[in-house]
């Protein structure tokens, strides 16, 4: 069965410095990777997906993510954090064996950038 | 652009009654998908549906039937609320069916308190 991980409930960061928000994930297929953001009172909108090709994916806002197929991550970066990036952020994933529909989340993380 | 729309944004029920959410997606979707969220769960699935007429359980379907009697209606019921089903709920939908790697689109929610 698939299954997402995030490890971190919060990760704090300074404005101006790169930010990590970390991801694992386990498949029985190939995965495809999904970062969600969800600002307050709000849904969640797309920001970035891994299908196959390059490892460093970019996606909206600045935002980029680095697959590793052998430690199964999906690491969301950014180089430089700015304040209007403080929301909660969700990893998703689907394995290409299950069913087309089915997308799981992650319990997600939520950044705070402090000016 | 994709719009999901969520009828209520805060919803008030009494345990016992019958309640019924409502999405609205504008763009002939064919897969469209009700989650509930709940602080440290993240995204749960409830059910979804990938054709008119068409559903198919969630992780988590239990007190909870749907409805979708046209292909931009989506309708989620709770035949008897009861207080463990406050919650976020979030409506998305997605298209192609087929494609593993159709981002979800999102409504902003509707929060529901059942006292």
């Known amino acids: 069965a698939q299954s997402v991980a995030q490890p971190e409930d919060q990760v704090n960061v300074a404005e101006g410095n790169p930010l990590t928000v970390k991801c694992t994930y386990s498949v029985s297929g190939n995965p495809y990777l999904f970062w969600y953001v969800q600002y307050p009172n709000r849904g969640l909108q797309f920001l970035l997906k891994y299908i196959t090709g390059d490892n460093l994916v970019k996606g909206s806002y600045g935002f980029e993510a680095e697959f590793n197929k052998s430690q199964t991550s999906f690491h969301l970066k950014k180089p430089s954090a700015l304040v209007s990036d403080s929301a909660l952020y969700f990893c998703?994933?689907?394995?290409?064996?299950?069913?087309?529909?089915?997308?799981?989340f992650g319990t997600g993380t939520l950044l705070a950038v402090q000016p | 652009d994709v719009k999901v729309t969520q009828s209520s944004r805060y919803l008030v029920k009494r345990t016992g009654e019958k309640v019924f959410l409502e999405c609205v997606q504008d763009m002939d979707h064919e897969n469209m998908f009700w989650y509930r969220q709940d602080p440290g769960l993240g995204l749960r699935l409830i059910y979804f549906s990938y054709d008119v007429k068409m559903k198919e359980k969630g992780d988590i379907p239990e007190g909870y039937s749907v409805s979708r009697e046209k292909k931009e209606r989506f309708s989620l019921i709770l035949e008897s609320a009861s207080t463990n089903q406050t919650s976020m709920y979030l409506c998305?939908?997605?298209?192609?069916?087929?494609?593993?790697?159709?981002?979800?689109?999102f409504g902003n929610g509707t929060r529901l308190t059942v006292t």
């Open positions: 998703a994933v689907r394995d290409d064996r299950g069913a087309t529909n089915k997308l799981i």
């Open positions: 998305a939908s997605s298209y192609p069916g087929s494609s593993y790697n159709s981002p979800l689109h």
